[in-house]
């Protein structure tokens, strides 16, 4: 793997001098760019041409003028080779998920180690996300919203959630701890869910939620 190009996105410029100040320690990568703003990104890409361009851009998620989920779409629509990495202090499901339908590698803690920044440099450069377990939840949770929020079948919100998580295979007590409510309380949304659906048992919601599209086998 050679020099990989990096473009730094970031509105606070002691935030960018100490990534390149950092990045510029490894031989591995070259910061040949920065801007305040996603504004700023778009129009560097559309000035230069493709040998200028650069191999990865590393991003703010908060930013004026254009954020970074908004800059990724707008990236991702005019340059659909282009790597994104998300560098933030956020982590919201809503941001974890659209930042990556949007089109982004990975989407990074600020608390992230170097190390571990590096790692998902290189990941992303060979297009392979790299996410720390709490993004990795935080994206899963939010993918399960959109599905939830998506249907019209009938069921309530919390139904479908308990629904989903039959699908993955939890017991009734993994499922109390991940909603954060009482054993009991899931048993009624199972019958529930078994009443509403005119199911029989458990192995049957599960295929149920997968023939509507919500999980995949």
Known sequence: MGTIRILLADDHDMVRMGLKTYLSLDPGFEVIGEAANGQEVVDMLRNGDEASRPDLILMDLMMPVMNGA??????????????????????????????????????????????????????????????????????????????VNGDESGLTEREKEVL????EGRSNKEIGEELHISIKTVKTHVSNLLMKCELDDRTQLAIYAHRKGWVKM
Do not use: N, W
Request: net charge negative; aromatic share 6%; charged share 25%.
């Open 70 to 147: 908004e800059t990724t779409r707008a990236v991702m629509s005019e340059f659909p080779d282009q790597k994104i990495v998300i560098l933030t202090s956020f982590l919201e499901d809503e941001l974890v998920v659209e930042c990556i339908e949007a089109g982004a590698v990975s989407y990074v803690l600020k608390t992230v180690s170097a190390d571990e920044l590096i790692y998902a440099l290189q990941g992303a450069f060979r297009g392979m996300p790299v996410m720390t377990k709490d993004v990795s939840e935080a994206l899963t949770r939010g993918i399960r919203r959109h599905m």
């Open 164 to 167: 989903l998580l039959i699908a």
